[in-house]
Structures are given as structure tokens and as C-alpha cells.
Nanobody, 119 residues
Framework: QVQLVESGGNLVQAGGSLRLSCRASGRFFSIKNMAWFRQVPGNKREWVATVYSGEYTTYTDSVKGRFTISRDNAVNTVYLQMNSLRPEDTGTYYC?????????????WGQGTQVTVSS
């Protein structure tokens, strides 16, 4: 089973930047389409961005122009560069492959990394 370890979250002021990392174990990382998701307590986990195996990227509308997803297949890692952060970007950020497993399958997700943006 693939293990995912997210890191890089922090408390930051609005307008600031963070870079999240997600290291994946297991084989065939380079052919997997990988994505970042975020969740606020009481809300469903929502999709943020995807980087495909060919490095094409897509974003949810609210982060376009501010976030950049990328990958380094040599170290099985996907990144999320977050600029011009807003309070509404606050949440726990997770990565996973596409299509993702149900959020209830906690064993199929990492522990997430907390991003808090203060106004």
C-alpha cells in the first residue's frame, strides 16, 4: 500500500506563501496522476489541484493564479506552492493519487498538513 507523508503547513499571514510537500512510497509514482485536497472541519474534503503524469496541471478556480502544483519523480514527491494566501485557504491539506480513495478510508491517506492563514 502506498504511504503518503505531507509536510510544510504552518501559520501564515494573509498574503504570505507556503510550500507543501508530499512524499509517496511505493512503485510507479511517475505514472500516477497526483492531486492535493483540503478539508475544513465539518466540510467535505475538496480537490485543489492535479498534476498528471505528463505534468499537465489543473486547478480549482479559487486557487488559479496563486497556487502551483509540481512533481519530482526522482524523489516520489509532489509539491504545492501557495502564494497570496487568503484566510479561506485555511485547512488540512492532503495529497493522493487520482481517483482518490474515499476520505473515510483513513488508511489510504496521509496525516495531512495544517495550513492556517490569519487575516
Amino acid at each position: 500500500q502506498v504511504q503518503l507523508v505531507e509536510s510544510g503547513g504552518n501559520l501564515v499571514q494573509a498574503g504570505g506563501s507556503l510550500r507543501l510537500s508530499c512524499r509517496a512510497s511505493g512503485r510507479f509514482f511517475s505514472i500516477k496522476n497526483m492531486a492535493w485536497f483540503r478539508q475544513v472541519p465539518g466540510n467535505k474534503r475538496e480537490w485543489v489541484a492535479t498534476v498528471y503524469s505528463g505534468e499537465y496541471t489543473t486547478y480549482t478556480d479559487s486557487v488559479k493564479g496563486r497556487f502551483t502544483i509540481s512533481r519530482d519523480n526522482a524523489v516520489n514527491t509532489v509539491y504545492l506552492q501557495m502564494n497570496s494566501l487568503r484566510p479561506e485557504d485555511t485547512g488540512t491539506y492532503y495529497c493522493n493519487s487520482i481517483p482518490p480513495p474515499p476520505a473515510e478510508e483513513s488508511g489510504s491517506w496521509g496525516q495531512g498538513t495544517q495550513v492556517t492563514v490569519s487575516s
